[in-house]
């Protein structure tokens, strides 16, 4: 900027601070020409008159604490707030509640600053829609931003203005509880589901009155916790961070997400808040990113824990540094900010940079323009759980359900059938559908399997139901008999196992993901009885079912659906929904074979059986149980004619893949056509297949559709031994199919 520029820059603040200091009251921003104008001097101008308390309140965030025994937080809250020492809350949700504080915040604190009120958000507020990972494996990034802007419009008519979503950990092993609140494995698909998100619920303008500020989490490479443990050390290399965990964020950061939080993982002996390389250099210096980051809970704190600071005084000094500019609930910035910056520690510089970008969240909200719009209590009334919002959670939960096996074409039933024996604890578990963060959602609103089951079969049938297994899946005491009894009497029978909400999410991780309890001695024992038989699994996470998988012919992943799991999932099994689900995780066949994943190295002996001395198992087969992208129909579909439009690129060009998909069977249906491609060869190891794309048609029965790929130089790049992204010229292979393992194959070289 010119010298000149410079000057003038300065006067014109400071006489925008004459004007507000002298002729504005403190407290009436709102009307300010300044914010439409000109945003940024009005941030400037506003932080040029506040002190070094109110910046640092700005960078607290407390928690609404509703369990509390009594209500005495609330004076100390409320007179925090108007101390300015708050900037945002988490916890707290409702018109009237929200309106309360925000007219302290507003109305008698010296300045006048808006709260931002923040809440997780996951997958849906009081209509709860299908766990991520389920979501996930619908492919259908058009639903999944729906899903986000249906939760948005819902959150923003409660009071809410943020949210603590998309997380868009990838996640590798299924010991870890979190994985169901992700996308799954794969770094490309994880990265078009977090921008799909990000805008769902940040809306087209996020200073509408129903736009959340998005949120990018865990960063980053959460999902890398050791032995699947939640919270432990992850160490992994610098490709595996760039190539696997990053991709979902920087996607996010391209959708423009507001706030990105922190993970609390280290990464090879940094923790991820004291991360400065990461959460600055990378993150904002070479990605761009300027909106604000938040911590984790307690995060700051637990640098502390990491064994990175002496006390807490050096943890916010660290985490300040590294660039977290909120601090969730530890109390810490707080507590320590000001007496390292008197001390000269720490420069208000820093506190200034955090401070601008939690103002400039607050503005781009409108909040300095109307500090109650997002307190309507008409919306509230009207927007929630709407019949629209129904009817979205029910085609989402249906396409997030994968055919996993139907060899004896069981499925799907017929309604009229006479009996059905429906046995399973979780068949009427009216909490469980709602998964793993489930926010406000109420179990009243929760539709069960029992009652999708019954509401869908002709009046004459009768369904009956036996619970089988507590909670946990161990067996009420004899009432295995009693269910066996019971499918023995019926003209088929509908089983559903798996897990109970709380085993997955945080905290959640398994160290045996089998079934739980007895539920494996159950379904064995029932086979046994020779009648059509469903499986239903309800889980938040990929299984090991080897043993399960080899004795039941038919079996239905319907993870955890939200309030309308009981319709989808009758839906599906009765027909009146053709399942186009695949799996965007893999299903290992035992603990022992974790990690297992579709887009893993070849290795120099890669596996083969009829040679000894390469990578494989003894005791198993190497490969998975259920692969990345798979998912059956009840009809068939043919892939042919895979062709490129040439047979070299040059790089800086690109080339058209065409498939022909035609629908063999009896049932129209939406099939996901998947586009792989490998690096034959390369300076570094490349992954047997990594997917580029996809895209879901719809075919009728005997219809055939040409699928069309364009494959771009980008598509080709990697991270060479220097860590410098490059594309080297070379044999592709080309795989297209409807599984990661179900594919057929061309080649194309990449000249110089
Ligand atoms: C939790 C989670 C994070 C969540 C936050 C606020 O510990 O790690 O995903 O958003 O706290 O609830």
Redesign the pocket.
């Known amino acids: 900027m010119s010298k000149m520029l410079k000057i003038c820059k300065s006067w014109f603040i400071c006489l925008s601070i004459i004007f507000l200091t002298t002729f504005y009251p403190y407290g009436k921003l709102y009307s300010d020409p300044l914010q439409e104008s000109n945003p940024d001097h009005f941030i400037d101008s506003l932080l040029s008159i506040m002190t070094i308390e109110e910046k640092i309140g700005q960078l607290n965030m407390f928690?609404w604490p509703w369990s509390a025994q009594d209500d005495s937080f609330k004076t100390v809250y409320e007179k925090m707030i108007r101390d300015g020492k708050i900037g945002s809350f988490?916890?707290i949700y409702g018109v009237k509640n929200t309106k309360e504080l925000q007219k302290i915040a507003v109305e008698e604190s010296r300045l006048g600053i808006p709260l931002l009120f923040?809440f997780?958000v996951i997958h849906g507020w009081r209509t709860i829609f299908p766990v991520p990972l389920a979501e996930a494996c619908s492919w259908d990034l058009e639903t999944i931003e729906k899903t986000a802007r249906a939760a948005a419009v819902e959150a923003t008519s409660s009071g809410i203005h943020w949210t603590?979503?998309p997380?868009v950990d990838i996640a590798r092993d299924p010991r870890w509880g979190?994985i169901v609140?992700g996308s799954g494995e794969d770094p490309f698909l994880g990265s078009m589901i977090a921008a799909a998100r990000v805008k769902g619920f940040q809306g087209d303008k996020l200073d509408d009155e129903n736009t959340l500020l998005a949120?990018a989490?865990?960063f980053t490479a959460y999902g890398g916790v050791e032995g699947g443990r939640d919270y432990n050390t992850v160490d992994i290399s610098d490709r595996t961070l760039f190539e696997v965990y990053l991709p979902p964020f920087h996607a996010a950061v391209k959708a423009g997400v507001a706030t990105i939080?922190g993970a609390?993982n280290e990464i090879a002996g940094v923790p991820m808040h004291a991360n400065e390389q990461l959460l600055t250099s990378v993150l904002r210096n070479q990605w761009g990113f300027n909106g604000l980051v938040v911590s984790?809970?307690t995060a700051i704190k637990e640098l502390q824990s990491h064994g990175v600071a002496a006390d807490p005084a050096a943890a916010g000094m660290l985490a300040l540094r590294a660039g977290v500019d909120i601090d969730?609930v530890s109390g810490i910035y707080l507590t320590e900010l000001p007496a390292l910056v008197k001390a000269g520690k720490i420069s208000e510089d820093l506190i200034n940079q955090a401070a601008r970008r939690v103002l400039k969240a607050k503005h781009a909200l409108g909040l300095f323009n109307d500090p109650f719009k997002y307190h309507n209590i008409q919306r509230e009334q009207n927007n929630i759980l709407s019949a629209e919002n129904l009817q979205l959670a029910r085609d989402m939960a249906r396409k997030s359900i994968v055919l996993l096996k139907n060899s004896a074409n069981i499925l799907p039933l017929k309604k009229n059938l006479k009996s059905i024996a429906l046995i399973g604890g979780l068949a009427t578990d009216q909490v469980s559908p709602l998964g793993a963060?489930a926010g406000i959602g109420d179990t009243h609103d929760v539709i069960s399997i029992l009652e999708g089951i019954r509401g869908a079969v002709s009046p004459k049938t009768k369904v009956s139901f036996q619970a089988a297994y507590d909670s946990n899946g161990f067996e009420n005491y004899g009432e295995f008999q009693k269910a066996s009894d019971l499918v023995k009497k019926c003209d088929a029978a509908i089983v559903v196992l798996g897990e109970p909400a709380q085993m997955s999410g945080?905290a959640a991780s398994r160290a045996d993901i089998g079934l739980p309890g007895d539920q494996t001695r159950l379904i064995r024992m029932l086979v046994k009885n020779n009648k059509p038989l469903v499986l239903i699994l309800m889980n938040g996470r990929p299984l090991a079912l080897d043993e399960v998988a080899e004795e039941t012919s038919t079996i239905l992943e319907t993870w955890h659906l939200g309030v309308q799991m009981g319709n989808a999932v009758a839906d599906v099994v009765f027909g009146d929904y053709n399942p186009s689900g695949k799996l965007t995780v893999t299903f290992p066949r035992t603990n022992g074979q974790i990690p297992v994943y579709y887009n893993h190295k070849n290795t120099g002996r890669p596996p083969d059986f009829s040679d000894h001395y390469t990578s494989k198992y003894i005791d198993i087969p190497w490969t998975p149980l259920y692969p990345f992208g798979y998912g059956l129909s009840y009809t068939t579909y043919s892939y042919n004619d895979l062709k490129c439009d040439r047979r070299s690129m040059i790089i800086n060009d690109s080339l058209l893949i065409s498939v022909q998909v035609t629908n063999n069977g009896p049932w129209e249906g939406e099939e996901i056509v998947q586009l792989y491609l490998q690096d034959e060869v390369a300076s570094v190891t490349r992954p047997v297949k990594e997917l580029k794309g996809f895209k879901r048609i719809h075919l009728k029965p005997a219809e055939s559709q040409k699928v069309e790929f364009l494959i771009t130089p980008d598509m080709l790049s990697f991270y060479d031994q220097r860590m410098m992204k490059t594309v080297e010229p070379g044999k592709f292979k080309v795989f297209i199919g409807g599984s990661s393992e179900n594919t057929i194959e061309q080649t194309f070289e990449l000249m110089q």
């Open positions: 928690h988490l916890g923040a997780d603590f979503a997380m979190r609140e949120c989490k865990h939080m609390f984790d809970w969730m963060w945080e």
